[in-house]
């Protein structure tokens, strides 16, 4: 095989890959849009970001913790106007809760070279989906020396941020637990 024909092979591949990848995306932004303009209309007070904690809370709280999913948050700070969504981040600051996700990626924290950032994607079929972020000292989790993408843990601690864009939410964990380890 020559090369002009190795390359005209990759780029037929790639060509049928995309070929039917995208238009999976665009029936999913569709119904994304068709859900949004179909959606009942909440009176103004009720699509401002969350005013009302107690309204957000588990029926049986667990250890002071709300209810919030990441993927609220997230759309709550994307929903919002441009030039609020960082204040509307700022409002989630200091709340605490208690999520479960799957291991995307973790590497040496570029702030602090102790500590190892860490990223959980909600969804573990996604590719891009909701997620969020902590920094930890590695020696309380040594478990992560180990783990491999999509091993399950469990992360109870307090909101330290959400991205303005609204892309993420960072954490400040105060315990990390491993659910279901991929190791192998």
């Not at 024909?5 to 591949?13: K, N």
């Not at 103004?44 to 005013?51: E, M």
């Not at 999913?69 to 441009?82: G, H, N, T, Y």
């Amino acid at each position: 095989m020559t090369l002009t024909e190795a390359v005209g092979l990759a780029l037929a591949i790639l060509g049928l890959a995309f070929a039917f990848e995208a238009p999976r995306h665009w029936f999913l932004r569709m119904m994304r849009l068709h859900r949004k303009r179909h959606a009942p209309e909440a009176p103004a007070t009720l699509r401002a970001p969350i005013q009302n904690l107690a309204d957000h809370t588990v029926g049986a709280r667990r250890q002071g913790t709300v209810a919030l999913s990441v993927k609220e948050i997230v759309e709550a700070v994307r929903d919002s106007p441009l030039l609020q969504r960082e204040e509307v981040s700022r409002n989630y600051v200091g709340i605490s809760v208690n999520w479960t996700g799957y291991l995307r990626s973790a590497e040496a924290d570029f702030r602090d070279k102790s500590r190892v950032r860490v990223n959980l994607m909600v969804d573990k079929e996604e590719i891009i989906d909701y997620s969020f972020w902590f920094s930890i000292e590695l020696a309380r989790v040594p478990e992560l020396k180990v783990l491999r993408r999509n091993s399950k843990l469990r992360v109870a601690g307090t909101i330290a941020g959400v991205a303005p864009a609204g892309l993420s939410v960072d954490l400040e964990p105060v315990e990390v637990e491993v659910l279901e380890p991929v190791i192998s």
